[in-house]
């Protein structure tokens, strides 16, 4: 069990859904930091994602983050693990590092869901990348396993 801490360095944050900047993880699904790595002395990042009817998260699993969904608008269908589940707005997906996942929006209007990444030291950087690599078709999926531990199948 964790210790008993009564203060903390980190930040209080409040920021509104469309106040942070968007990055680009796969066409038509894009993810806004709202609580970064400074503001929680890496132990965490917190963003916020809009993925488009049609949109999808690729098929992958992070060797050294857990990841926690909560879908806030909308419905998907993913794939965690072996198990495929619908999950609409007020339902929540976790899924331990090692345990891939996907999500597709195949309804006609948005999902808006927020995104929590434990440790999250790697997650801005995995973020910038990965809409780098988006934005001009140079994807190098061995570098995005060997700098952020993360696999797509």
Sequence with gaps: MADQIETTNKQVVVRHWDGSKKYMMAP?????????????NGEYVISDGVMAPGGAVPDHYHKWEDQTFHIIEGTVE????????????????HCPRGVSHYMKNNSDQAVRMISYIFPGDRAEEFMAETSRQNETGELDFELIEREFGVVYL
């Excluded at 038509?28 to 970064?36: C, L």
């Excluded at 993913?78 to 609409?88: D, L, M």
């Design 28 to 40: 038509n699904e894009y993810v806004g930091v709202v609580v970064g790595k400074d503001a929680s």
């Design 78 to 93: 993913a794939k965690i693990g072996n198990a495929w589940v619908t999950a609409s707005a007020g339902d929540t997906i």
